[in-house]
């Protein structure tokens, strides 16, 4: 068989994906790494790495230790899969207390995203989202997938907030701090303002003239 004959067949396994939903969890262990420096390590896992690899130079990939990923591609781009489009991003499962992953559902934790579907426990970690080819994923075990729209449009803007979220200048911060503060005191409380914030899935604010140090908002 030739090597072109084993990557048709393998694209045509893989097509299996079109099956899945953004936000599915699936049973697939150690499927995310990030790539580390030998020469300057950054933690203990790459420093182990380089060092059972026995090198102190160079690029080496550190795998992160889970059993679960989440798909984070968009579910209408997992419908085809050809050679030019088969790979799709996950990111590893872990768990927190329910207190963190509830903020988390609630987008109070930027860097994860709650799974509810999974459990109350369960959240994506978001600093470590790996690009795998879609073969990666053939014959896992689903551990849950979004079981409403609302569920998984909640998800998807998750994830598009950790990546278009601004990083605000710090006088922009201290002026909004105190409404933050008073929203976060608020929140979950029997009381007026408490069941109004818990409505509140999105708050904007306009910058004018622009996003600076002189920016007033409005």
């Known amino acids: 068989m030739t090597q072109l004959t084993l990557i048709e067949s393998a694209l045509q396994r893989a097509a299996v994906v079109s099956s899945l939903l953004q936000g599915e969890v699936l049973g697939v262990a150690d ?17 182990d790495i380089a060092v059972s690899a026995g090198t102190d130079s160079g690029l080496i990939a550190v795998p992160h230790v889970v059993d679960d990923v989440v798909l984070l591609t968009q579910t209408c781009d997992l419908q085809f899969t050809t050679a030019a489009e088969h790979r799709c991003l996950v990111a590893p499962v872990i768990h927190m207390s329910e207190q963190v992953a509830y903020e988390a559902l609630r987008g109070r934790r930027p860097g994860f995203a709650g799974l509810p579907w999974v459990g109350s426990t369960a959240v994506a970690d978001l600093s470590r989202i790996t690009t795998v080819e879609r073969s990666v994923l053939i014959g896992a075990v689903s551990r849950g997938r979004p079981r409403t729209l609302q569920e998984q449009l909640h998800f998807a803007e998750t994830i598009s907030r950790f ?8 006088p922009v911060n201290e002026v909004l701090s105190p409404f933050v503060k008073r929203i976060a005191e608020k929140h979950d409380r029997e009381s007026a303002e408490g069941r109004c914030a818990h409505k509140v899935s999105e708050l904007r604010v306009e910058a004018t003239p622009d996003v600076s140090g002189r920016a007033v908002c409005t």
């Open 31 to 47: 499927a995310c790494v990030v790539l580390a420096e030998a020469s300057t390590p950054l933690s203990a896992e790459a420093a």
């Open 163 to 170: 990546f278009t979220r601004p990083a605000l200048p710090d």
